[in-house]
Structures are given as structure tokens and as C-alpha cells.
């Protein structure tokens, strides 16, 4: 199993262009996540997802915005993206709620110009 | 409002040195506390949890004491290694879907 996969490793933006952050997993997980690290601040959860079809907001949803089509994969939409967005973002899943082992992806690392 | 508390920012210590890291919640709702590891460039992986119906819990080095009237957790990283040299995070949710993390500590373990 190659786990939680993320694309791109590393991107640079300009203000105001869009981006889709890719997460897959092939854990057959029910619940998926997305949480944004910055330096001294840990992470923050983004959005998350208990199954196909099914959204919800985290803690810092402003800017983004997020989709699940499939259990494998929770794409991570910019639309305008801005300085502060800056950060590293790391996609997660859990087969169940908040018990469960959450699996984190390598990261990508967004810096916007 | 940082929901978790997390100290040292920093840590450096002696092979073979004990390596302590606290981390203080506010929310009594909380039931399930986690630490995860992360090394450079990676993501961060659990590495022992435990729900408060412990006081202990200890996974080979690894150990996490829990104090559930103080609201306090920590871990203790026994005979500390260079290989253990990372950041660590507390995290804490309850049960539900919103995990909240602490700001983490950088761990340096010298030769």
C-alpha cells in the first residue's frame, strides 16, 4: 500500500491564481482530512470528509474549498490564493472518527507571491 | 484560542537523557489525546495515545502520563536516542471529527 499520496511536493503561486492540492489514499478509509501546518502554530484542520459525497468544515475553511467524489480521493481547492496561505499542507484519513490512527500524506509545501 | 497548550517549544537533550513534553487542555469534553512524531519533510505519524480512563499509558521508551484534574498530559521519551531527534505534537479531540493540535516541539537528542 503506498498509503496517503499527495501532489504537488512543492508550489509556488501568485496572488490571485487558483490550485488543486491532490490527496489519494488506497487504505479504503471512510474519513479524510486536510490541515494546514505553520511554523509554531501546529496544525489546523481545513476540512474533512466521513465518506463519498459527504463535507464538512474544520477549523480554518476560509479560502478553500473541497470535494469527495470517490473514498479515494479529497482534492484540496485555492481559488484566490493569498499570502497567507502560505503554509505546508498535509492530507490525512482514518477508517473511523475520532478514535481512529489518522495516516498523514508527505505534505506540500505552498508559498504564495 | 489555542485549545492546546504545548511546552517546551524546544528541547534539547543527552543520549540517554529522559526527554519531557507537557501539554495543558481547557476543553473537559476532550477524550482521546494523541502524540505524533514528525521528522523533516514528512508528515506527522501517531506514535502512542491514550483515552483518560488511564493514568499511564507506556509503549517500549515511549510513555504518556495523564492527569485528567489538572487537564494535563505528557510524554516521556526514556533512554532518548539521536534517531528520536524530531517534532513532536500533542494533539487532543473528542471523539469527534475536530482534533486539535498543540504548536509542537522541536526534540534535538546530541550524541
Known amino acids: 500500500n503506498a498509503g496517503v499520496t499527495q501532489t504537488p511536493k512543492f508550489r509556488i503561486l501568485k496572488i490571485g491564481q487558483s490550485m488543486t492540492l491532490q490527496c489519494t489514499q488506497d487504505?479504503?478509509?471512510?474519513?479524510m482530512y486536510w490541515y494546514r501546518q505553520d511554523p509554531g502554530m501546529g496544525l489546523k484542520l481545513i476540512y474533512y470528509?466521513?465518506?463519498?459525497?459527504?463535507?464538512d468544515k474544520g477549523e480554518v475553511p476560509n479560502g478553500y474549498n473541497v470535494s469527495r467524489s470517490t473514498t479515494e480521493d479529497f482534492p484540496l481547492r485555492l481559488e484566490l490564493a493569498a499570502p497567507s496561505q502560505t503554509s505546508v499542507y498535509f492530507c490525512?484519513?482514518?477508517?473511523?472518527?475520532?478514535?481512529?490512527?489518522?495516516?498523514f500524506g508527505p505534505g506540500t509545501r505552498l508559498t504564495v507571491l | 484560542q489555542q485549545q492546546v497548550k504545548q511546552s517546551p517549544q524546544s528541547l534539547i537533550v543527552q543520549k540517554g537523557g529522559i526527554s519531557i513534553i507537557n501539554c495543558a487542555y481547557e476543553n473537559t469534553a476532550f477524550d482521546y489525546f494523541p502524540w505524533y512524531q514528525q521528522f523533516p519533510g514528512k508528515g506527522p505519524a501517531l506514535l502512542i495515545a491514550i483515552r483518560p480512563d488511564v493514568s499511564e499509558k507506556k509503549e517500549g521508551r515511549f510513555t504518556i502520563s495523564f492527569n485528567k484534574s489538572a487537564k494535563q498530559f505528557s510524554l516521556h521519551i526514556m533512554d532518548s536516542q539521536p534517531g528520536d531527534s524530531a517534532t513532536y505534537f500533542c494533539a487532543a479531540s473528542s471523539g469527534n471529527n475536530d482534533m486539535r493540535f498543540g504548536a509542537g516541539t522541536r526534540l534535538t537528542v546530541k550524541p
Open positions: 487504505m479504503n478509509h471512510n474519513y
Open positions: 470528509s466521513v465518506g463519498a459525497g459527504i463535507t
Open positions: 490525512a484519513s482514518s477508517y473511523g472518527a475520532g478514535f481512529d490512527t489518522q495516516y
